[in-house]
T-cell receptor, first 114, second 110 residues
Framework: EADIYQTPRYLVIGTGKKITLECSQT?????MYWYQQDPGMELHLIHY???????EKGDLSSESTVSRIRTEHFPLTLESARPSHTSQYLC?????????????FGPGTRLTVT | KQEVTQIPAALSVPEGENLVLNCSFT??????LQWFRQDPGKGLTSLLL?????REQTSGRLNASLDKSSGRSTLYIAASQPGDSATYLC?????????FGAGTRLFVKA
């Protein structure tokens, strides 16, 4: 079973608020990812990290930012939430050494911006 | 640019039936392909990963095959059960990116 955690699981917040979605993994994986998924649609990569102090933007343009100060922690921040940010956010990790690119996912955070 | 297509988009079968889910991709230069299961409102659970040098992987009632030359993968589910009802996603990993299909929504009727 994958040990990757996301908090909160559900969040309803008003427009203009700053929010941080937390993601942690205890597997020592070097790579971590954030995906955005609208209901019934594909996952789209919004951010990824190859290791500490390494972050890159994904394919889908996002107004969010990420940081990777510790291997196990990869938080995603929205400085000013808008209704268009309403979606499910999924965090994942992988180990480039033992099982290249096999990704393990957290349970997701369902965000609603009113 | 890699594109991943899953057919059918939705499938409803009676319990006990064997079924095949299809995944096709446009660029054969891939590292591996992973099949996931997603329950409503939840994260993704990894089912099988096939590395580019492999042809198939099996886990219990599941068997996944990979044909890179034709850009296709299939997920075979034997003796389907109501608990198999979920969305099944395939993901193609090439370079630094992972591209997901939109999924097949499976409903197994008791």
């Amino acid at each position: 079973e994958a040990d990757i955690y996301q908090t909160p699981r559900y969040l309803v917040i008003g427009t203009g608020k700053k929010i941080t979605l937390e993601c942690s993994q205890t597997m020592g994986h070097d790579k971590m990812y954030w995906y955005q998924q609208d209901p019934g649609m594909e996952l789209h990569l919004i951010h990824y990290s190859y290791g500490v102090n390494s972050t890159e933007k994904g394919d889908l343009s996002s107004e969010s930012t990420v940081s990777r100060i510790r291997t196990e922690h990869f938080p995603l921040t929205l400085e000013s939430a808008r209704p268009s940010h309403t979606s499910q956010y999924l965090c994942a990790s992988s180990d480039s050494g033992t099982s290249p690119n096999e990704q393990y996912f957290g349970p997701g955070t369902r965000l609603t911006v009113t | 640019k890699q594109e991943v297509t899953q057919i059918p988009a939705a499938l409803s079968v009676p319990e006990g039936e064997n079924l095949v889910l299809n995944c096709s991709f446009t660029d054969s230069a891939i590292y591996n392909l992973q099949w996931f299961r997603q329950d409503p409102g939840k994260g993704l659970t990894s089912l099988l990963l096939i590395q580019s040098s492999q042809r198939e992987q099996t886990s219990g009632r599941l068997n996944a095959s990979l044909d890179k030359s034709s850009g296709r993968s299939t997920l075979y589910i034997a003796a389907s059960q109501p608990g198999d009802s979920a969305t099944y996603l395939c993901a193609v990993m090439g370079g630094f990116k992972t591209i997901f299909g939109a999924g097949t929504r499976l409903f197994v009727k008791a």
